[in-house]
T-cell receptor, first 112, second 114 residues
Framework: EDQVTQSPEALRLQEGESSSLNCSYT??????LFWYRQDPGKGPEFLFT???AGEEKEKERLKATLTKKESFLHITAPKPEDSATYLC?????????????FGKGITLSVRP | GAGVSQSPSNKVTEKGKDVELRCDPI?????LYWYRQSLGQGLEFLIY????????KSGLPSDRFSAERTGGSVSTLTIQRTQQEDSAVYLC????????????FGEGSWLTVV
């Protein structure tokens, strides 16, 4: 069974204080690892898809990296508007269903 | 529309009543997913539709839950004889067919069973 574990559950940062969010996964065969951002009362907003170990993608203050066992979402010099819940999900090779299996998310708070 | 549209945004219903939740996917997206998000929990897969193929219903928690997709577009999730534990946000998502494509989510339908 595919499993995704995100840590820590919550993270509080000072504005400008860089940090990383962790996503560990076990999957029968990885087709893609997805990162989403979710604001309170909203649906998840797509950030990145990573397909193979060693791949990196960047968007503004965010950079996602992937190894064979985990992914990191690095946040450089965060701002209060980066406060949100960050969700990690995997898509596996098994079967024809392209569903995502999600972790429970990391709630990030950035203080001004 | 430009994104995945869900209705109603909020629904309060009495225990034992039936509810229907609607999802209108992005135009051209043949894959459609339903997820449930309970307070403090991750997104739980419910059901997957792809084109004219038989849906994958493996995530439906009980036979009180069902879903259909008409004309390969709009989908309806039905919960019969609602229970308090059904209270959650029900999220719909859509994507192009195949793996690795971006899966876009709607804003969700907040269901409260009282």
């Amino acid at each position: 069974e595919d499993q995704v574990t995100q840590s820590p559950e919550a993270l509080r940062l000072q504005e400008g204080e860089s940090s990383s969010l962790n996503c560990s996964y076990t999957v029968s065969g990885l087709r893609g690892l997805f990162w989403y951002r979710q604001d309170p009362g909203k649906g998840p907003e797509f950030l990145f898809t990573l397909y193979s170990a060693g791949e990196e993608k960047e968007k503004e203050r965010l950079k996602a990296t992937l190894t064979k066992k985990e992914s990191f979402l690095h946040i450089t010099a965060p701002k209060p508007e980066d406060s949100a819940t960050y969700l990690c999900a995997v898509q596996a090779w098994t079967g024809a269903n392209s569903k995502l299996t999600f972790g429970k998310g990391i709630t990030l708070s950035v203080r001004p | 529309g430009a994104g995945v549209s869900q209705s109603p945004s909020n629904k309060v219903t009495e225990k034992g009543k039936d509810v229907e939740l609607r999802c209108d996917p992005i135009s051209g997206h043949t894959a459609l997913y339903w997820y449930r998000q309970s307070l403090g929990q991750g997104l739980e897969f419910l059901i997957y539709f792809q084109g004219n193929s038989a849906p994958d219903k493996s995530g439906l928690p009980s036979d009180r839950f069902s879903a259909e997709r008409t004309g390969g577009s709009v989908s309806t999730l039905t919960i019969q004889r609602t229970q308090q534990e059904d209270s959650a946000v029900y999220l719909c998502a859509s994507s192009l067919a195949g793996f690795g494509n971006t899966i876009y989510f709607g804003e969700g339908s907040w269901l409260t069973v009282v």
